[in-house]
């Protein structure tokens, strides 16, 4: 099953995605170009992971950490498939990271690695947009860096019992149709059951929260005008333009 939520006609629906069309609970289709997509969870929490592929620790010229590096992404971040993500005033070096980000499907707390399935709801596409200026001198937490509004586009659906291995998929971003950046998560230090377990040991997981699993080798630069378009196999496609905020501020972005 594919669940989104979406925007159509005055009314916000949560329904199911088939073949690329949205549908609402009652049924009834709905023209994919004419709706507005909304992040297809509502979460309390999005959990972000540092450094949890060597390939791109590696092109960063920092050391992979022993245990998980986190941080926290705003919930004022989120937004949708197709909606436009703001490029701050200012800033010299925004990048994309396509991430498979894991949906909790129960509150819990103590969950050991063997019983991690047990509280997924399934998983989407993440987007996690950085401003590279704000990270010189590997400054952690990075809030600055990823927490603007706009900077966390996700979706467009949550696959639920899909997906048989979460550690064989293949990640792909492309800007403006050309491939930037691409790995597997077979490659993920982390594997999700530990990170599930090394997270609820901290704090509670609840209904629609989300881990973001960490990005592969392959960030570039974007700029206002730009596409980008993150895929990940056996979920789907996130796309989202890139705006200047002059022009967001104008309405000229929406």
């Known amino acids: ?14 329904g199911t995605l088939e073949d690329g069309v949205p549908f609402d609970r009652a049924g009834r289709a709905y023209d994919p170009e004419a709706v507005v997509w909304l992040p297809p969870v509502l979460p309390t929490k999005v959990v972000g992971l540092a450094l949890n592929f060597a390939d791109h620790a590696e092109e960063l010229g920092i ?10 992404k705003p919930l004022s971040s989120l937004v949708g498939h197709r909606a436009p993500v703001v490029y701050p005033s200012g800033v010299e070096y925004m990048h994309y990271e396509v991430e498979l980000a894991v ?10 690695a063997a019983d991690a399935n047990a509280v997924i709801r399934g998983y989407t596409i993440f987007n996690d947009v950085t401003v590279r200026d704000f ?10 860096a ?33 491939l930037r950046q691409q790995g597997t998560t077979a490659h993920l230090i982390h594997r999700i059951p530990a990170l599930v377990e090394f997270i609820s040991a901290i704090m509670t997981l609840e209904p629609d929260d ?12 974007v700029r206002p005008g730009d596409v980008m378009r ?21 309405g000229r972005g929406a």
């Open 103 to 112: 949906v909790i499907g129960r509150t819990c707390r103590g969950v050991r």
């Open 210 to 221: 989300l881990i973001l699993t960490g990005t592969p080798k392959g960030i570039s630069h």
């Open 146 to 178: 990823k927490g603007y509004d706009s900077f966390g586009p996700v979706g467009p659906c949550v696959v639920e019992g899909e997906i048989r291995d979460p550690h064989a998929l293949a990640l792909r971003a492309s800007v403006n149709g050309e």
């Open 1 to 14: 099953m594919r669940q989104v939520r979406f925007a159509a006609e005055g009314t916000v629906h949560t």
């Open 230 to 250: 993150l895929e990940i196999d056996g979920i789907g496609v996130l796309e989202n333009a890139v705006v200047a905020e002059e022009d967001a501020r104008g």
């Open 63 to 72: 050391r992979t950490p022993e245990e998980p590096a986190l941080f926290l």
């Open 135 to 144: 990270v010189k001198n590997f400054y952690r937490p990075p809030v600055r």
